[in-house]
């Protein structure tokens, strides 16, 4: 994967964050660093604001008070501007049904002039290689679904995942090769930030657990 150079090590920096959609406080004055290549897991129950700090970071919520910052970009003057190196998948991973895995990321590699043996190069990379590859979206595994929607955010070069609920619905050997799609991102210098509802992780390296509450981050655990 290949990054744009990044001349500072903090990726996401909100201090004191309010986010009222429709006038109700889902963020109420969290605070959160994170930096270049960490693995961060957000934890809470439904309603703690994880999933609305994904799309604060995403440049999909505005900012209402407090202080954000996302690869530099300030979001309270331009969230659009951070979209371009920001990929966000949500609980539909966005693909189009008939068209294959191949299809998919090629479409959004395009965006960037991404070549065809780059896009082949990420799909071998994701496990999508081969006769998935050229199968169309719609009969793909959840586990190859998730995975070909992250490798178009890896096609475009995102330099931030922000992943709701990414295990979810997929079988154990699915969530292993996902856990080794994050290892293999992180190790190339992307930042990846997912919510979850698990008590308790058996990823390898262990993520930096983060847990939410009411629109706060309550815990810490690096």
């Known amino acids: 994967m290949n ?3 990044e001349s500072s090590d903090s990726v996401i920096q ?4 309010v986010v009222a959609p429709a006038g109700f406080p889902a963020l109420a004055g969290a605070t959160l660093e994170v930096r270049a290549g960490e693995l961060v897991a957000l934890r809470g129950a439904n309603g703690a604001g994880k999933t ?5 970071c995403a440049g999909l919520a505005p900012l209402a008070r407090g202080a954000a910052s996302v690869l530099g970009v300030d979001l309270s003057r331009d969230r659009a501007a951070v979209r371009r190196s920001v ?3 949500g609980h539909r ?3 189009y049904g008939e068209l294959t895995a191949r299809e998919n990321v090629a479409f959004v590699g395009a965006l960037v002039n991404a070549t065809r043996s780059e896009v082949d190069a990420v799909l071998e990379e994701f496990g999508l290689g081969g006769r998935v590859a050229d199968t ?4 793909l595994s959840a586990g190859q679904r998730r995975r070909t929607a992250l490798a178009s955010l890896a096609v ?3 330099r931030l995942w ?3 609920e990414p295990h979810s619905a997929l079988d154990a050997d699915s969530r292993q090769q996902l856990e080794r799609v994050f290892i293999q991102a992180t190790a190339a210098g992307v930042t990846v930030v997912y919510t979850t509802h698990e008590r308790s992780s058996n990823s390898q390296p262990m993520p930096r657990t983060i847990t939410m509450d009411a629109g706060r981050v309550v815990q810490d655990h690096a």
């Open 87 to 89: 990929g966000f998948v």
């Open 3 to 5: 990054l744009p150079d």
């Open 136 to 139: 169309r979206a719609v009969a």
């Open 93 to 95: 991973n966005g693909l």
């Open 156 to 158: 475009r070069r995102a």
């Open 162 to 164: 922000l992943l709701d």
């Open 14 to 17: 909100l201090r004191d964050v």
């Open 52 to 56: 609305t700090l994904l799309r604060l």
